[in-house]
């Protein structure tokens, strides 16, 4: 595969189902990634390793993923400072968060070295394969994972690239000898319009990431160029009852499945009675009975992503049987409401939430299936602007929870001009006053204390952030 020239050249294009891109091998190029341990960086990482590439790079910190990495055969290196790096390095691959000023990246510059942004190589990779992109606000990663998961229980060994670790499939990233190509297609920096799916998946359309895109506006206009990648003969699923997606599927030239929780939709779910946090439901398909699942993680915002990954697989070819099997053997991605530990009486679970929407369909779960029991919210923001634009939102999102922590921002992208914009403590006062118990405690380390001494039998801990709150979940186990 000559990927300098494939990502010099990308278009749009998807493969046919007959057809595949011919490339040869990766073997033996040398590729640097800078932030190598980010969760999309390490997929795409370990996916050329195993393509026989020469794979080495930096983030400032190890990490359970670059444990991994090297374990495969990468050289990883602590030091962004531009010395780790050589001029045999064919190829630097970066995130939209590594900036110009890098030490790396300007050594990279100066060597004259290719430089590509992660999304660009996760675009090129997909050429080979039958591509499918899961993107939406919330959810893409959940139903990326239920894709491949099913997928895989069938026989069919795809590649795929998801934003959290998968245990039960092998982490976030495997590839396959099957011809299809799972990614979870981020919008951030409309880094989703490098792919090339003949599939794709729109979970759903809100304010997000206006550090970058500014309104809802732009948003769904990048959806809506996302929705125009998918090819002709290829299929969209879609969120029935999502206004934003809506307008964004205009631009779509490809036929369109819907999914919901009525029977307006293509794909339509019916709950059932269940408890302990198995969901149990019925699919509709068009209006006829189509076959009754079983899910065991918690949340009707799950059955929605299981309905979306069904509409997928079947369009692929997956029978039903297999899709029912998967589905109910499916434990979900890690930190999504992950049960870190339990200890005297108290459950100690992690999560990923970090908008308003997920932390309030995640604490709903949370009530569903813990009804009677006093719920702790700790909560790490993230990122000054998002919580700057979103501050209203996140100040009612906790409604579910008895008692919430908050600590202090977790800087991501931001700029000098973003950090002196808000703090936590204005999070905080608008929360306490929607009548929440709240506290503000800045350090992570505090709050470990604060909740070893103050947690009682019978408490659930949720920790939820996408910074390094799950640290206070580790801590916490470890202490009690």
Not at 200 to 214: A, S
Not at 225 to 248: C, P, Y
Not at 354 to 372: D, F, N
Not at 388 to 409: C, E, M, P, T, Y
Request: hydrophobic content about 40%; aromatic content about 8%.
């Amino acid at each position: 595969m000559n990927l300098l020239k494939d990502i010099d050249t990308m278009q749009a294009y998807a493969p046919s189902l007959e057809s595949q891109f011919n490339c040869r091998p990766l073997s033996g190029h040398c590729v640097y990634f800078i932030g190598i341990g980010g969760i999309g960086m390490s997929a795409v990482a370990c996916i050329l390793i195993n393509k026989g590439c020469v794979v080495s790079g930096s983030d400032t910190q190890p990490s359970l993923l670059t444990s991994k990495l090297e374990k495969m055969g990468a050289r990883i290196s602590t030091r962004q400072d531009g010395s780790f790096m050589t001029s045999k390095t064919d190829m630097v691959v970066i995130s939209a968060a590594v900036s110009e000023d890098n030490p790396d990246l300007k050594t990279a510059r100066k060597l004259g070295i290719k430089v590509v942004k992660y999304s660009q190589i996760l675009g090129s990779l997909m050429k080979e394969k039958r591509g499918i992109a899961i993107s939406g606000t919330h959810g893409k990663t959940t139903t990326s994972a239920m894709v491949s998961t099913i997928l895989k229980t069938a026989g069919l060994d795809p590649t795929f690239v998801i934003g959290g670790e998968v245990p039960d499939i092998g982490g976030n990233a495997h590839l396959g000898e099957g011809n299809l190509f799972v990614a979870e297609a981020c919008e951030y920096d409309r880094s989703f319009l490098n792919l090339t799916p003949q599939v794709g998946v729109i979970t759903n359309i809100e304010e997000d990431h206006l550090d970058y895109y500014e309104n809802i506006e732009k948003i769904i206009n990048a959806f809506g160029d996302f929705a125009s990648l998918i090819s002709k003969e290829g299929l969209l699923v879609v969120n029935d009852h999502d206004s934003n997606i809506a307008r964004a599927i205009q631009k779509a030239n490809c036929r369109i499945e819907t999914y919901s929780l009525d029977n307006s939709s293509d794909w339509h779910g019916e709950l059932l009675p269940a408890g302990n946090g198995v969901n149990r439901f019925r699919i509709f398909r068009r209006g006829a009975f189509f076959d009754e699942f079983l899910l065991r993680i918690p949340g009707s915002h799950n059955v929605l992503n299981a309905l979306a990954a069904t509409a997928v697989c079947t369009f692929i070819g997956v029978d039903r049987d297999s899709i029912k099997s998967a589905l109910a053997s499916f434990r979900g991605a890690n930190r999504r409401l992950q049960i870190i530990g339990v200890k005297n009486g108290i459950m100690v679970i992690d999560d990923y939430a970090h908008h308003p929407t997920e932390i309030r369909v995640t604490l709903r779960a949370a009530r569903e299936l813990y009804p009677e029991k006093r719920i702790w919210c700790i909560f790490q923001p993230h990122q000054y602007s998002r919580t700057r634009h979103l501050l209203k939102g996140f100040a009612k999102s906790f409604q579910n929870a008895n008692k919430v922590i908050l600590a202090d921002i977790y800087a991501a992208r931001d700029s000098d001009y973003e950090k002196t914009s808000t703090n936590s403590m204005k999070l905080y006062e608008e929360t306490r006053n929607t009548g929440v118990d709240i506290q503000y405690i800045p350090k992570l380390y505090d709050i470990v204390n604060e909740l070893s001494e103050n947690v009682k039998p019978g408490d659930v801990v949720i920790t939820m952030g996408a910074g390094d709150v799950w640290k206070v979940a580790y801590d916490l186990v470890s202490k009690l």
